[in-house]
């Protein structure tokens, strides 16, 4: 590979992660429109955005999948558990995230 090429393919690589970057930020503020209209699917897919461009952006970053599910998982269990009125969900998520890694 040329000096040329190599230049041409890190303007590549950082214009798709800050292509991606932009992309989770509006799929984020999707969330809170649909949060506010109330409406589940587009809820729904907004948070499917966010979590496929989170991932997206991490590969891009060579941080691996099942690295952000592991950390998920261990940001959630060391959660305050005694008085966390979000405990039953954080679980479900915990789960659910053990089940695929």
């Keep these: 590979m040329t000096g040329m090429e190599a230049e041409t393919n890190l303007t590549r690589k950082l214009q798709a992660v800050e292509h991606d970057r932009i992309e989770l930020v509006q799929q984020a503020v999707e969330v809170l429109r649909s949060v506010q209209s109330g409406n589940q699917t587009l809820l729904t897919e907004a948070l499917a955005g966010v979590v496929g461009f989170a991932y997206l952006l991490g590969v891009q970053?060579?941080?691996?999948?099942?690295?952000?599910?592991?950390?998920?998982?261990?940001?959630?269990?060391?959660?305050?558990?005694?008085?966390?009125?979000?405990?039953?969900?954080?679980?479900?998520?915990?789960?659910?995230?053990?089940g695929r890694i």
Excluded: K, Y
Aim: aromatic letters at 2%; glycine letters at 2%; proline letters at 8%.
């Design 61 to 98: 970053m060579g941080i691996a999948p099942h690295r952000i599910d592991r950390e998920v998982i261990a940001a959630f269990q060391d959660a305050p558990s005694v008085d966390n009125p979000r405990r039953e969900e954080m679980a479900d998520v915990v789960r659910h995230l053990r």
